[in-house]
């Protein structure tokens, strides 16, 4: 798969670029997902969920704790995924599908318009997985890519720092390279990338700069 190829390299070399950049941050993002954090059922489907701890004064999470930005926190991921792959990788919408595509013609996977769930102390946005050159036969119409966000109970101190637990989960996913090479060269390829692209979005969020979604559909909730 050259083109994979080439993606996973345009990572690499992306989040090494990201790395070599200093910027003053308004937030505090710490990885806190588990040693295991990616697990393989026996009929090959897998879990893998990433996860952080934004640390952050209770005035700026006030300020973004708002429904429209959940939809934005999407966007903000797609946009991610596009600059970290330098281009290489962007994403489609139409009103019903999302598309990943790389190299501008190769759809790496699609997936069905997105699903919220919007509580005072939680938000979650889901994109059902459709199908996709990643994605094995068996896989088609199964599992979902979701982030979910909860926000730790107020101690009632305006002054007191504020915690967001952001979970970046991947479920039910039956990757085409463990099908058709095995799930080895999956866990060395892919799903490495995967966990590189995205804890280095998660420390990324520490910046609190969202997107502004392209479709709005929260932006009057």
Known sequence: MPALAAVCLAVIVGLLARRLRVSQRPARALIVSSP???VIAGDGAVRSVQSARLTMSTADLDRIWVPDNLEN???TYWRFLSRVTLGLVRV???QSERAVVALGFITLLRFTAPEYVVEPLRGRVSWPIKDGLLVAKTGHGC???CLDVQRKPSAGNPSAEAEVTIDVEVANFYPAIASGLSMFVYEITQAF???LVTH???RSLAKLDLAESKVGRLRDA
């Open 36 to 38: 295991r954090s990616t």
């Open 73 to 75: 926190l999407g966007r």
């Open 92 to 94: 489609s919408y139409t």
């Open 143 to 145: 599992g979902w890519l």
């Open 193 to 195: 990338v995967h966990v």
């Open 200 to 202: 280095a979005f998660l």
